[in-house]
């Protein structure tokens, strides 16, 4: 058995998020340029139903060794769900690796990832420039954020309600905070 890093770990997220990723995008591109009369024609659900369809192809994983050690990660109550399903299902196949970490939000995630870059990190919301300028600052020279998802919200009211109709803009307006949680004016 060999002792599982967690930068491997995250590698071996991030390889399969970007390769997915790249798929989605060729599979957009192809779709789009197939033809001009099909350009306007795709929709969003078609490249997702195109790219499930690529993901179906893959060879199902299977470990071609034992690993065993701790993987310590950090990140938003948000994707402590998710990262706790990921989890779940890599101990299926290495029951040996330990899964240690909280969910204090993405602020203290990126913070303690620019202090131990070995540190797997989910955080809720897109990485801008000064959270690339902070994991550079600390230990992580060449940070790369790889989308592994992407969240909708619809809204909906009671029948009884007299909106019949919210703009993207009074939609906006409605939900857009500050940067530290805030309310915009």
């Excluded at 939000?105 to 990126?110: I, V």
């Excluded at 909708?152 to 007299?162: E, K, Y």
Aim: charged residues 20%; contains cysteine; aromatic residues 8%.
């Amino acid at each position: 058995m060999r002792l599982i890093h967690q930068k491997v770990f995250f590698a071996i997220g991030a390889v399969v998020s970007a390769w997915v990723t790249s798929q989605y995008q060729c599979i957009a591109q192809q779709s789009l340029t197939a033809s001009p009369e099909k350009a306007n024609a795709a929709s969003p659900h078609e490249l997702h139903f195109q790219l499930m369809q690529t993901l179906d192809r893959l060879e199902p994983y299977g470990p071609s060794e034992d690993v065993n050690g701790v993987v310590e990660f950090a990140g938003s109550v948000t994707m402590q769900d998710l990262g706790k399903q990921w989890s779940r299902v890599f101990k299926q196949f290495h029951s040996n690796v330990e899964f240690r970490g909280s969910a204090a939000g993405s602020e203290a995630a990126l913070s303690a990832l620019a202090d131990n870059p070995k540190l797997f990190v989910g955080i809720s919301r897109p990485v801008d420039e000064s959270d690339l300028q902070l994991l550079q600052k600390g230990k992580c020279k060449e940070p790369v954020a790889v989308t592994i998802g992407m969240e909708a919200i619809a809204l909906f009211v009671h029948q009884s309600n007299p909106i019949r109709v919210v703009s993207p803009e009074s939609f906006k307006v409605m939900f857009d905070v500050e940067k530290d949680g805030a309310s915009k004016p």
